[in-house]
């Protein structure tokens, strides 16, 4: 049996007999100890006695560079003793693999964090570095997050600070603690999305602030592999929910949408 695995920042998608999701695994940021908690109590209770017939495992990850591989296979062949078979790559290779097969083009992520490539149809020819939600990841639903609170508070949206707040239980207050004295605020601004995309379709300044988001991600990052002859392909719930945002941005940008999925695994 075979074990394929697409994991964000926020969440693991993994795919069995069944789909199943874990939080996310980043060995760049998270600890040896950490990782193999989340695949003992999280994943092998969802698979039950299928865990153990596991021969092959297909790992794809945010965090796994080249130093933080051999890690990674470390921990799945821990918890996996059964598989002969464990290959772990980047999270931005497993996207371009389930958006371009074997076809040239530009394959990219806008989940919590932000990611692009140049693919020849077998491997990773060029890529930008993202540099993560506080220097880079345009366009990621943490980024998102973070330029929808600058511009609610400091925008002149004073009508519309109440709707927020009372809609998300969140004062000021809160959306500094949570940003700068708690774990993780990049999943926390990335959770943000949800209400700016309730809110997309009725506010223009909150459907031009996602466009441009989307504008600096092409001006940033796709721009640098001067290929506007590819079709551009996106994977992630960012780029799924917010497709016509997308589209317009790729427009106004002068390109091509190719395919949208919201996983790799197709869920």
């Not at 697409?6 to 069944?18: A, F, I, V």
Request: charge should be negative.
């Amino acid at each position: 049996m075979k074990l394929i695995a697409d994991s964000g920042s926020t969440k693991t998608d993994w795919r069995l007999d069944g789909l199943f999701a874990t939080q996310g695994i980043n060995p760049f940021h998270m600890s040896e100890d950490t990782i193999l908690g989340i695949l003992r109590n999280e994943l092998l209770p969802q698979l039950g006695a299928a865990g153990s017939s596991i021969e092959e495992i297909e790992f794809y990850g945010a965090g796994c560079t080249v130093a933080k591989i051999p890690v990674m296979k470390s921990l799945l062949s821990e918890v996996f003793p059964s598989a002969r078979n464990v290959v772990v790559g980047s999270d931005m290779l497993g996207a371009a693999k389930a958006l371009l097969g074997s076809k040239e083009g530009i394959a990219c992520i806008l989940g919590t964090g932000a990611n692009s490539c140049l693919y020849d149809g077998e491997k990773i020819v060029g890529n930008v570095s993202p540099m993560g939600y506080i220097l880079g990841d345009e366009g990621s639903g943490a980024v998102l997050g973070k330029t929808f609170i600058n511009e609610l508070y400091k925008g002149g949206h004073s009508d519309f600070i109440n709707v927020f707040e009372n809609e998300t239980g969140l004062s000021q207050a809160d959306i500094i603690q949570k940003v700068y004295r708690e774990a993780l605020p990049n999943r926390f601004l990335a959770s943000l999305s949800k209400f700016i995309g309730s809110h997309v379709a009725e506010e223009q300044w909150i459907e031009d602030m996602v466009v441009d988001c989307f504008r600096d991600f092409f001006r940033k990052n796709v721009r640098h592999y001067n290929r506007k002859d590819l079709s551009v392909s996106f994977v992630g719930s960012v780029a799924y929910y917010y497709k016509a945002q997308l589209m317009k941005a790729a427009e106004l940008e002068g390109y091509t949408i190719g395919k949208i999925l919201r996983s790799p695994l197709g869920n």
